[in-house]
Protein backbone atom coordinates (compact mmCIF):
# COMPACT_ATOMS: atom_id res chain seq x y z
CA UNK A 1 0.00 0.00 0.00
CA UNK A 2 1.50 3.58 -1.11
CA UNK A 3 0.06 6.73 0.22
CA UNK A 4 -0.95 9.13 -2.81
CA UNK A 5 1.77 12.01 -1.52
CA UNK A 6 4.04 9.39 -1.36
CA UNK A 7 4.15 9.01 -5.24
CA UNK A 8 7.43 11.31 -6.82
CA UNK A 9 6.04 12.28 -9.66
CA UNK A 10 8.05 14.98 -10.69
CA UNK A 11 12.23 13.85 -10.32
CA UNK A 12 12.11 15.69 -6.72
CA UNK A 13 14.64 13.79 -4.62
CA UNK A 14 13.72 11.77 -2.30
CA UNK A 15 13.60 13.72 1.00
CA UNK A 16 15.33 11.90 4.87
CA UNK A 17 12.37 11.84 7.51
CA UNK A 18 13.53 14.01 10.62
CA UNK A 19 12.99 12.45 13.83
CA UNK A 20 10.06 14.62 14.40
CA UNK A 21 8.39 13.27 10.69
CA UNK A 22 9.40 9.76 12.12
CA UNK A 23 7.40 10.76 15.68
CA UNK A 24 4.82 11.92 13.82
CA UNK A 25 4.10 8.35 11.64
CA UNK A 26 4.65 6.51 14.92
CA UNK A 27 1.27 8.60 16.47
CA UNK A 28 -1.04 8.29 13.31
CA UNK A 29 -0.70 4.22 13.64
CA UNK A 30 -1.29 4.35 17.77
CA UNK A 31 -2.38 6.74 19.84
CA UNK A 32 0.33 7.73 22.42
CA UNK A 33 3.15 5.43 20.89
CA UNK A 34 4.35 8.85 18.77
CA UNK A 35 5.39 10.36 22.35
CA UNK A 36 7.15 7.38 23.75
CA UNK A 37 9.03 6.93 20.76
CA UNK A 38 9.75 10.55 21.35
CA UNK A 39 10.87 10.30 25.48
CA UNK A 40 12.81 6.97 24.62
CA UNK A 41 15.15 7.89 21.73
CA UNK A 42 16.74 11.35 21.86
CA UNK A 43 18.38 10.55 18.46
CA UNK A 44 16.35 8.58 15.75
CA UNK A 45 17.52 7.39 12.56
CA UNK A 46 15.06 6.55 9.46
CA UNK A 47 16.87 3.81 8.82
CA UNK A 48 16.34 3.61 4.99
CA UNK A 49 15.45 0.59 3.16
CA UNK A 50 14.82 0.28 -0.67
CA UNK A 51 13.61 -2.23 -2.69
CA UNK A 52 12.81 -2.74 -6.77
CA UNK A 53 8.99 -3.71 -6.95
CA UNK A 54 5.86 -4.61 -9.38
CA UNK A 55 3.73 -2.30 -8.64
CA UNK A 56 0.10 -2.40 -10.08
CA UNK A 57 -1.78 0.46 -10.95
CA UNK A 58 -5.50 1.49 -11.40
CA UNK A 59 -6.51 2.49 -14.80
CA UNK A 60 -10.01 3.54 -13.90
CA UNK A 61 -12.08 4.45 -10.94
CA UNK A 62 -13.52 1.62 -8.43
CA UNK A 63 -17.35 1.03 -8.94
CA UNK A 64 -18.06 0.86 -5.44
CA UNK A 65 -21.01 -0.99 -6.13
CA UNK A 66 -20.04 -3.28 -8.84
CA UNK A 67 -17.31 -4.47 -6.39
CA UNK A 68 -18.96 -6.94 -4.82
CA UNK A 69 -19.91 -8.81 -7.34
CA UNK A 70 -18.24 -12.19 -8.27
CA UNK A 71 -17.04 -11.07 -11.56
CA UNK A 72 -15.80 -7.19 -11.60
CA UNK A 73 -12.09 -6.10 -11.48
CA UNK A 74 -10.88 -3.04 -12.48
CA UNK A 75 -8.36 -2.29 -15.08
CA UNK A 76 -4.95 -2.66 -14.38
CA UNK A 77 -1.35 -1.59 -15.20
CA UNK A 78 1.57 -2.18 -14.29
CA UNK A 79 5.13 -0.90 -14.03
CA UNK A 80 8.45 -0.90 -11.90
CA UNK A 81 8.73 0.90 -8.39
CA UNK A 82 11.57 1.96 -6.41
CA UNK A 83 9.83 1.31 -3.02
CA UNK A 84 11.70 3.28 0.24
CA UNK A 85 10.79 2.37 3.43
CA UNK A 86 11.77 4.28 6.65
CA UNK A 87 12.12 0.76 8.81
CA UNK A 88 12.50 2.83 12.17
CA UNK A 89 8.79 2.61 12.24
CA UNK A 90 8.07 -0.97 10.84
CA UNK A 91 10.33 -2.51 13.64
CA UNK A 92 8.19 -0.38 16.08
CA UNK A 93 5.29 -3.05 15.27
CA UNK A 94 7.45 -6.26 15.49
CA UNK A 95 5.88 -8.94 17.64
CA UNK A 96 1.88 -7.19 17.36
CA UNK A 97 -1.12 -8.49 15.51
CA UNK A 98 -1.41 -5.61 13.67
CA UNK A 99 2.30 -5.42 12.11
CA UNK A 100 1.12 -4.76 8.86
CA UNK A 101 -0.22 -0.98 9.60
CA UNK A 102 3.48 -0.51 11.12
CA UNK A 103 4.83 -1.90 7.45
CA UNK A 104 2.58 0.20 5.34
CA UNK A 105 3.19 3.98 6.94
CA UNK A 106 7.28 3.89 6.75
CA UNK A 107 6.34 3.64 2.82
CA UNK A 108 3.88 6.86 2.80
CA UNK A 109 6.62 9.65 3.49
CA UNK A 110 6.28 12.22 0.54
CA UNK A 111 7.99 11.20 -2.41
CA UNK A 112 9.37 7.68 -1.33
CA UNK A 113 7.99 6.50 -4.37
CA UNK A 114 10.20 7.59 -7.29
Same mark, same amino acid.
Do not use: H, Q, Y
Given at each position: ?????? =???????VMVPQRED?? $?? $?????????RKVARRFKRLSPLLDYEGE =? $??? =???????????GPGYAPRLGYTIANDISARTI $?????????RYDYWARPRA??????
Open positions: MKSPES =LNRDGTSLI $AA $AEKIEAGLG =L $AFV =LLEDIDWVKIK $AILGEKKEDFRVFCP
